[in-house]
Structure formats: C-alpha cells, structure tokens
Nanobody
C-alpha cells in the first residue's frame, strides 16, 4: 500500500525555522515528483514548491529564498526546510507524491 506521511510541524515564532518531513512507503520517492502544498484557514490549497524526479525545483514567489525542498533517497523521504518564517506561512502543509497526498501537518507561526 502506498502511503505518504508528513511530520515536523509545530508552533514557532516569526523568524524561526522548521523542517518538515515527507516519508513515503510503497513507492520510490526518487523516481517521482514531490510537491509541498499548504492551506491556510479560509483559503484554497496552494503549491509551495515541487521537485521533479530529475531534481528540477519550482518555488512559489512567496517562499523563494526562505524554503528549500530536498530528498534523501536512502531514507525515501523528502524535506521542506523553512527559514525566516512569517505569520502568513501559517497553514496545514501537505506532501504530494505523484497523485498521493499525505494527511498534512500544522505549521503555526506566531508574531
């Protein structure tokens, strides 16, 4: 059974950092496109960043220079390193591997 599980969310002050993890099972992450999305209360889900199987990355303008996506193929896990966090980054963050979504992890940034 293919499964994607996010972790690493939490409460952080503005300017702080968090690293989210996206652990996959039943699928080889390195062969797939991986995306991070987020959804804030009352807003639509939006793409934060994606990485292709070939390593091409595409970041939303709002996170460029602050967020970094990466993969550890040995651990079959993708990461989202989030630095210089802002209150407007508060949302549930979801990992998507091909068409498979995780359950999401809450990120709250206090001002």
């Amino acid at each position: 059974q293919v499964q994607v599980v996010e972790s690493g969310g939490g409460l952080v002050q503005a300017g702080g950092s968090l690293r989210l993890s996206c652990a996959a099972s039943g699928i080889i992450l390195s062969f797939r496109a991986v995306s991070w999305y987020r959804q804030a209360p009352g807003k639509e889900r939006e793409l934060v960043v994606s990485i292709s199987s070939g390593g091409y990355t595409d970041y939303a303008d709002s996170v460029k220079g602050r967020f970094t996506i990466s993969r550890d193929n040995a651990k079959n896990t993708a990461y989202l390193q989030m630095n210089s966090l802002k209150p407007e980054d508060t949302a549930v963050y979801y990992c998507k591997v091909n068409s498979i979504w995780g359950q999401g992890t809450q990120v709250t940034v206090s001002s």
